[in-house]
Every structure is written in structure tokens, then in C-alpha cells.
T-cell receptor, first 118, second 114 residues
Framework: EPEVTQTPSHQVTQMGQEVILRCVPI?????FYWYRQILGQKVEFLVS????????KSEIFDDQFSVERPDGSNFTLKIRSTKLEDSAMYFC????????????????FGEGSRLTVL | AQTVTQSQPEMSVQEAETVTLSCTYD???????LFWYKQPPSRQMILVIR??????QNATENRFSVNFQKAAKSFSLKISDSQLGDAAMYFC???????????FGTGTRLQVFP
């Protein structure tokens, strides 16, 4: 069964360092997402990406964050200068193209990348 | 702003019994979707069941069903004939009809005892 894969599963970094989290979405999916979950808190939406551009982003997704689809398979989240509060589990997700109101576009999630900022 | 509330941090059920997980939400919109996602330990979140707000009939998927009370803004998940494999974190989520993003509740951890 096709699935979303994420690497690394866990990354430890020093505050101020750049981090890139990688995701391989399901191959025929066209919508891509990043969510994050700070320990003990809700899963929060960060950004959605379609047709090589951001389609929606949250207030969390500030200039420190960027996303990219550098080739036909990977979808990356970059944090330019990590802060302590960026420590969280980051989930990538993908879905097929939306077809209107009737298709809510089921999201398929990866297992997550745990980021620890020291 | 829309919010999703899961008031039960943990629930437990005996194998083969029925359990109901609660979820309430707040929105002023009329077009939206509601979801229950399951996250087993160290595994990815998977969709359990989906409900379109415009549908009055409650969604069912095998042993999983919902009680969707639109006026009360309540969306509970019932798991019948619970199995050990049902043990997981369950997240209730809301999605507006005109946006990509899911808004999640804090989750309910379900334990299933043999």
C-alpha cells in the first residue's frame, strides 16, 4: 500500500542551525502539507502546497520556514534558523487534487519527524 | 475562528465492548467536513471516518460510526466490538469547505483491555 515517508525520523540540532525535513508523498498526489505537534499540544497546520506554490499557510509559518518540491518526488520543509520553540513532531501529508465540495481530499500522513532544538 | 475540543484525554474499553469518544467543535460556517483520525503508537495518522456537514445521515465504516449533531456541534465516534488493534490516539478534526487545512482536537488516547 502506498504511503507517505519522512526522513529523518529524529533530528537533534543546535539553536540557530538550519534544518531540512524531507518527505516523499504518495506518487499520484498533487496536494502536500506540513503539520506540526509540539509535545502535549494539538496538531497544527503549517502550510499547504500545490502546483509548485504555497496555497495556504498559517501564522506559524513565518519567514523562518520555507517549503520546496525540488524534484518530482521530494517535498521539503526548511527551517532557516531554529529556535527552541521549533522543537516538535513534524508531519507531512499528501492528498489527491480536490474535485470540489464533494471531495474532501483525504489526507495521508507520514509517521513524522521529531525535531529537538537544544 | 474554528475550534475543536476533545474533553477526554484518555478512555479505556474492554475487548468486544463499545466505546464512544466525544468531540465538539465551534464554527459559524455551514459548509465543512469532520473527521476522526487514528494514530497507533509510532505510526502515521490514518483516516477512520469522515462526515460531510450537509449530510444528515451519520457516517459508518464497519465497526466505526459517528453521532453527528449539527445543531449541538457535536461529533462523537462510536467503536463497536472493540479490538486490541483499536488502541491508539484518536483525533477529531474539522475542515472548512473552502480551505486546505485541518483543525485538530487534542486527541483521546484509547486503551483496549483483553
Amino acid at each position: 500500500e502506498p504511503e507517505v515517508t519522512q526522513t529523518p525520523s529524529h533530528q537533534v540540532t543546535q539553536m540557530g542551525q538550519e534544518v531540512i525535513l524531507r518527505c516523499v508523498p504518495i506518487s499520484n498526489h498533487l496536494y502536500f502539507y506540513w503539520y506540526r505537534q509540539i509535545l502535549g499540544q494539538k496538531v497544527e497546520f503549517l502550510v499547504s502546497f500545490y502546483n509548485n506554490e504555497i496555497s495556504e499557510k498559517s501564522e506559524i509559518f513565518d519567514d523562518q520556514f520555507s517549503v520546496e518540491r525540488p524534484d518530482g518526488s521530494n517535498f521539503t520543509l526548511k527551517i532557516r534558523s531554529t529556535k527552541l520553540e521549533d522543537s516538535a513532531m513534524y508531519f507531512c501529508a499528501s492528498s489527491e487534487a480536490l474535485q470540489g465540495w464533494a471531495n474532501a481530499g483525504e489526507l495521508f500522513f507520514g509517521e513524522g519527524s521529531r525535531l529537538t532544538v537544544l | 475562528a474554528q475550534t475543536v475540543t476533545q474533553s477526554q484525554p484518555e478512555m479505556s474499553v474492554q475487548e468486544a465492548e463499545t466505546v464512544t469518544l466525544s468531540c465538539t467543535y465551534d464554527t459559524s460556517e455551514s459548509d465543512y467536513y469532520l473527521f476522526w483520525y487514528k494514530q497507533p503508537p509510532s505510526r502515521q495518522m490514518i483516516l477512520v471516518i469522515r462526515q460531510e456537514a450537509y449530510k444528515q445521515q451519520n457516517a459508518t465504516e464497519n465497526r466505526f460510526s459517528v453521532n453527528f449533531q449539527k445543531a449541538a456541534k457535536s461529533f462523537s465516534l462510536k467503536i463497536s466490538d472493540s479490538q486490541l488493534g483499536d488502541a491508539a490516539m484518536y483525533f477529531c478534526a474539522y475542515r472548512s469547505g473552502n480551505t486546505d487545512k485541518l483543525i485538530f482536537g487534542t486527541g483521546t488516547r484509547l486503551q483496549v483491555f483483553p
